[in-house]
């Protein structure tokens, strides 16, 4: 910080192929100034420190207010999310990354998509349609309702998956996110019907026996969510199942498959 200035490092990449370059930022320190509002400072202006005129830096945000989970990036190297990252308590000059295990579309953009598909394969869903009425639903007593609330309070940041020693572009670990949400659907009284279906995915090729537990997820994640118990919680589940389906059937027993690859690695 020289001044009122406050320097941004920026890893730039323009497109998914190209080399990424680094630009350099000096901005007007403000009251209250956070990561999000400092890329909206250089998308109103884009000049780079040495007074060349350059692009927006691409970067994604919605909510401002740690909801949507769309702004986790890389500040001085540490996965964040950018709008509740404030200026004044980061190291200067201040760095900004794109996540790096997830495929970059631009500058601090990255695919995420890898999630949503994950979250397909093990039907984080609960089932209700169908061709006639089903009539309500099963009613969820208080103390259910309370274990599966902070379960449900996921934003799909993808902390998680950027600071797990699992997470690799060799392995198709799906991460405590996804487990997470395993729990919370097989806790809920109609999700549960479901519960074979997402414990069988979890026995396959990126389920639940690559986690290490190293419980680097539970500490990063900006919703507290207690992932590390969720990941105990699944692998007894699984391991029931296993014996279970080895008890009624060993012929029939099989992996399931779950975990997409999550793509091309980042340029460095
Ligand atoms: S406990 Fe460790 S290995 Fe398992 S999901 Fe969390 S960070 Fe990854
Ligand atoms: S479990 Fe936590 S860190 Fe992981 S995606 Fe959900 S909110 Fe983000
Ligand atoms: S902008 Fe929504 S979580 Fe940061």
């Known amino acids: 910080m020289d001044g009122n200035n406050i320097r941004f490092i920026i890893k730039r990449q323009p497109t998914p192929q190209s080399t990424p370059h680094w630009e350099e930022f000096d901005l007007q320190w403000r009251h209250g100034m956070n990561v999000i509002i400092a890329l909206r400072d250089i998308a109103e202006n884009p000049v780079d420190r040495f007074g060349k005129v350059t692009t927006p830096v691409a970067y994604d ?17 540490r996965a964040a999310m950018a709008c509740s990252a404030l200026v004044d308590k980061l190291e200067h000059p201040i760095r900004l990354e794109p996540l790096s295990r997830f ?20 039907k984080a869903w609960v089932p209700l349609d169908g061709t006639y009425d089903l009539g309500a639903g099963p ?14 309070r996921c934003i799909s ?17 799906v991460g405590a996110a996804i ?22 995915a979890m026995m396959g090729d990126g389920g639940i026996h690559e986690c290490a537990y190293a419980q680097n997820c539970v500490q990063i994640c900006p919703k507290n969510i207690p992932l590390t118990t ?39």
Request: aromatic share 4%; proline share 5%; with cysteine.
């Open 61 to 77: 945000s919605n909510c401002l207010e740690e909801i949507c989970g769309s702004c986790a990036i890389r500040i001085n190297g």
């Open 103 to 122: 495929p970059v579309v631009r500058d601090l953009v990255v695919d995420r998509g890898v999630l949503f598909e994950n979250l397909k394969l093990i």
């Open 139 to 152: 009613r969820i007593d208080p103390g259910t309702q309370e274990q599966m609330y902070p379960l449900s």
């Open 230 to 268: 969720s990941i105990s919680i699944v692998y007894g589940q699984t391991m029931k199942k296993v014996l279970k389906d080895l008890v009624q059937s060993p012929e029939t027993v099989t992996e399931g498959e779950v975990g997409h690859r999550r793509g091309v690695k980042n340029g460095s």
């Open 179 to 200: 487990i997470n949400q395993v729990r919370l659907f097989n806790e809920h009284p109609a999700g549960k019907t479901l519960k074979d279906e997402r414990l069988h």
């Open 157 to 173: 940041c993808c902390l998680c998956l950027e600071v797990c020693p699992q997470v690799t572009e060799s392995t198709r670990f």
